[in-house]
Every structure is written in structure tokens, then in C-alpha cells.
């Protein structure tokens, strides 16, 4: 019963496994009959040769219409940005602007828009200001643009002294500009009410 391990392991491996009688040569007529020179290609039955045209039409159809698709969807997106009048395509990078600079940059362009936007609103149009109105804004949007230019020059350079205070003073020209329609627009009030009373006496 005890025995000793490495006589075990010397009498496995002197007992060489045995192939069955005539193993080779079975195998070599087996390799002959399917991969000799001599055997020709089975013809396939017309049934399998259509099926196989069939399967690929089918393939080359749906990767057709997928990729038709795809493109089509990209140009409808590509044509639907371009034709929307006034908006210019954006690029990867954002445009920054003085508020992203520093607080103190912000707290100046928020007391400049601010005041702004509130003598946009206090603008009452009537038909007798209508054209003086139409001038100043018309040079207002002028300062637009060329503070949107600015920004994008802000963008693009980085932030230096002379487009910092270009557009500060971009800022300061047109709440100016406003503040003088206001002027203009109390004038032309009051002469309106001189002829009146004028009229009227």
C-alpha cells in the first residue's frame, strides 16, 4: 500500500500511451478525402446561391439607408443652425466677459447694464420722438456690436489693460448715449408743450 511517490511517477512515464491499430492511417485517408487538390467545390443548389445574393442585398440595403439617415440628420442640424438670421455660430470656447474677470470688473459692468437697461425702459416711443429715438438707436446698436467685438477680442488675446477700458468705456459711452435721448426726448416734450399752451393762450 505505502509506495513510494517517485516510483509511481518512473512507472507512468514509461508506459507510452498506445494509438489504436491502423489511427494513422485512418487519419491520413480522412485528410485526403477532404483536403485533396482533386476534389472540386460541390455545387450549391440554386436555392442557397439566391439566398446568399439575398442576404447580402439585405445588408448592403440596411447600412445604405442607416448611413442616409445619419447624414441626413447631421445636415438637417447643420442646415437648421445656419439658417437662423443674427446668430452666429458658437465655438467651443465661450466668450468671456469682465464679470469673469474680477468682482470689481463685475460690479462695474453690472452698474453700467443696469443702468442701461432701466433707461431702455423708462423710454416712452410716441409718434412725435419716433425718429429721434430710431438715430440714437441705431447708434446704440453700433456700441453693441463693437462691444461684442471687444469680447471677442477678450476672448481670443486675454485680458489686457486697453481692451479692459475699451470696453469700460464702451459701457460708459452708451449709457451716456441714453442719458442724452432722455435730454433730447425732455426737450422736445417741452417744446411741444410751449406750442401747446402757446396755442392754446
Known sequence: MAQDIRDIIKASTSIE???PKD???RFEARLQANFSPNKTLQASSPKQFWMKIAAVA???VAVSVFGYYQL???SLENSFV???PGVESQS???LVHLADISPDLKRIEQYYTTGIEGALASLTITPDNKDVIDGYMQQLQMLDLEYESLNFDLTQAGPTEEIITALVDNLKMRLELLMKLKIKLKELKNNTNENI???EV
Request: no cysteine.
Open 17 to 19: 500511451p498506445k494509438l
Open 23 to 25: 489511427h494513422q492511417a
Open 58 to 60: 439585405i445588408a448592403f
Open 72 to 74: 441626413s440628420k447631421n
Open 82 to 84: 445656419e439658417s437662423v
Open 92 to 94: 467651443d470656447e465661450t
Open 197 to 199: 399752451s402757446s396755442i
